[in-house]
Structure formats: C-alpha cells, structure tokens
C-alpha cells in the first residue's frame, strides 16, 4: 500500500501561481510513476501531468504544457505540480496517483482544491 497526501490548493486570481505537493509514503519502493489528476464539478476526472519516479521524464495533457511543471524529489518521496498562469478553466479538485511497478495498483489521495478567479 501507498498513502498519499496533498497539500497547497487554494484561492488565486487568474494569472496567478500555487504549488502543490504531494507526499507518499509506505510502499514507496515500488513506485513507478506520480501523477496529478483533477476534477471539475460536473466533469470526469482528467490527467495532467505525469512524472516517471527513475529517470525523471515527464507527460502533461495539452492544455497545461508550457505553464504547469511537474517535479519529483526521490530522497524526499514527493512529487510537485508547480502551476503558473492559472486560468478559471484551472479550477478543480486536484488528486495526486501513484502507479506501482507491482501488479497494477493505482493509489489516490484525498484531492485539494484549486480555485482560479477570473
């Protein structure tokens, strides 16, 4: 098992930055991937940003590249999402999900809310 923790949302103007974070912890040895996920109200849960836990190499959906960046501190066991230029289409509830290189197990943790103002 892997437990995860988010922290850093909340309230910001159009334009604006917040860094999230995200901490695991248990079974982390047998992490593979981190990623960040988010939820607007009314919609389906969406990925991000992706980050490989060896090596480093990174995904983002289209419509974050060029203003979000993900990031990964292996001796911390914490992956951020580094968010510039929010927009109100930014606004949701952000999950960070570790994928495990055992089986097929995916962890969540609780979510933190962004929200971008116009």
């Known amino acids: 098992q892997v437990q995860l923790v988010e922290s850093g949302g909340g309230l910001v103007q159009a334009g604006g930055s917040l860094r999230l974070s995200c901490a695991a912890s248990?079974?982390?040895?047998?992490?593979?991937?981190m990623a960040w996920f988010r939820q607007a109200p009314g919609k389906e849960r969406e990925f991000v940003a992706q980050?490989?836990?060896?090596?480093?190499?990174?995904y983002y959906t289209d419509a974050v590249k060029g203003r979000f960046t993900i990031s990964r501190d292996n001796t911390k066991n914490t992956v951020s999402l580094q968010m510039n230029s929010l927009e109100p289409e930014d606004t949701a509830v952000y999950y960070c999900?570790?994928?495990?290189?055992?089986?097929?197990?995916?962890?969540w943790g609780q979510g933190t809310q962004v929200t971008v103002s116009s």
């Open positions: 999900a570790a994928d495990s290189s055992v089986g097929s197990s995916r962890y």
């Open positions: 980050i490989r836990w060896s090596g480093g190499s990174t």
């Open positions: 248990g079974r982390t040895l047998f992490i593979a991937t």
